[in-house]
């Protein structure tokens, strides 16, 4: 079974913090993403990464950075937390060709 | 910018009954997805459709796709509780997929 694994369920950081949203996964897949999902706004896309080291913006990509050191892992970085950036984030791989993505449980932050 | 819209956004419907999710998308693709989502949980592959004229069944659940029309239809047959859920489609452009609003379903005994 493919496996997204996502290393916090729950976050409460503070306005200002730095945070950091780890996403690992054990597919080789060569396509990683990162949502942020709000109600009744489905899911927008933050960032992209179709190779370690390589990344690209989706649609919402202000106040966020990227980090892929290593083909299995892909980091959410927001730079200084802000009370907008609260929300449901999501990260998903697939193979190259856009096929089917795998998600993993999310992680829900609250930024105080 | 590629858009994706489903409707309704919201759909009540009583145990038993047929009904129909749409799904409009703006720019030609011939990849659709459909996921389901229980409260709390992350999103679950349902249905990827490659090619015009798709259909795909599962259970209760068929879905189909219309690349001509930019449509596919998640269609819900003799709806039961356990498919309360929220559903989204999201169409593949290149290496980026592009999601719906999600329809959030309430089966209702």
């Known amino acids: 079974d493919v496996k997204v694994t996502q290393s916090s369920r729950y976050l409460v950081k503070r306005t200002g913090e730095k945070v950091f949203l780890e996403c690992v996964q054990d597919m080789d897949h060569e396509n990683m993403f990162w949502y942020r999902q709000d109600p009744g706004l489905g899911l927008r896309l933050i960032y992209f990464?179709?190779?370690?080291?390589?990344?690209e913006k989706g649609d919402i990509p202000e106040g966020y950075s990227v980090s892929r050191e290593k083909k299995e892992r892909f980091s959410l970085i927001l730079e200084s937390a802000s009370t907008n950036q609260t929300s449901m984030y999501l990260c998903?791989?697939?193979?190259?060709?856009?096929?089917?993505?795998?998600f993993g449980a999310g992680t829900r932050l609250s930024v105080l | 910018e590629l858009k994706v819209e489903q409707n309704p956004l919201f759909l009540s419907m009583q145990e038993g009954k047929n009904y129909t999710i749409y799904c409009n998308y703006s720019?030609?693709?011939?990849?659709l997805y459909w996921y389901r989502q229980d409260p709390g949980k992350s999103l679950e592959s349902l249905f990827v459709?490659?090619?015009?004229?798709a259909v795909k069944q599962e259970g209760r659940l068929m879905a189909s796709l219309d690349t001509k029309a930019r449509l596919s239809t998640l269609h819900i047959t003799a709806a039961v509780h356990d498919l309360s859920a929220t559903y989204f489609c999201a169409v593949g452009h290149g290496n980026q997929f592009y999601f719906g609003t999600g329809t959030s379903l309430t089966v209702i005994p």
């Open positions: 990464s179709y190779d370690v080291k390589m990344k």
């Open positions: 998903a791989s697939s193979f190259l060709g856009a096929n089917i993505q795998y």
């Open positions: 720019t030609t693709s011939d990849r």
């Open positions: 459709l490659l090619s015009n004229g």
